[in-house]
């Protein structure tokens, strides 16, 4: 399956061999989070819709609210999926202070919070992509929790 981003990253940053890919987030935060907020087929689909994506936490609501016509097709959920936790890591990196984004060694991108708590936006985008649980907007509320 191709995602656009990774296809961009993997240009720009090569393919993850059993090391972290810190060096591109420490090296160039603002091009990396640009890469990870492209979510084209989420963009598409909220389009489609009519639901502005503008990366603020109001459009995390929004798109809580889209019709789930995606769940019939396993490639389209999965890619939704990711998407949508790119989405809330993209609104949740720009709107929380002290949150950035951070690549675990397999390559995964996750949200690292002032805290130092790791969240895991890419499963939590899956998980509501397949049910709708835990709503985008709700880990938002809880990471922008002080």
């Known amino acids: ?3 656009s981003f990774l296809d961009k990253w993997r240009k720009k940053y090569g393919e993850v061999v059993g090391t972290a890919m810190t060096g591109p987030v420490v090296d160039d935060p ?3 989070g640009e890469l990870l907020a492209e979510c084209e087929l989420l963009r598409a689909r909220a389009e489609s819709e009519g639901v502005a994506l ?3 936490p109001a ?3 929004r798109v809580d609210q889209l019709q789930p016509r995606w769940r019939d ?6 890619w939704l999926g ?3 936790g790119l989405y809330l890591g993209t609104v949740i990196v720009r709107t929380v202070p002290g949150a950035a984004w951070q690549i675990w060694p397999n390559g995964r991108p996750v949200v690292m919070l002032a805290s130092g708590r790791e969240l895991d936006v890419v499963e939590a985008g899956h998980d509501w992509a ?3 649980t835990p709503e985008l907007s709700q880990v938002y509320a809880e990471a922008s929790e002080p």
């Open 54 to 56: 503008d990366d603020t």
């Open 30 to 32: 603002e091009g990396v």
């Open 59 to 61: 459009s995390l609501g």
């Open 73 to 78: 097709d396993p490639d389209e959920l999965s």
């Open 82 to 84: 990711n998407d949508a």
């Open 130 to 132: 397949e049910s709708g």
């Open 1 to 3: 399956m191709e995602i």
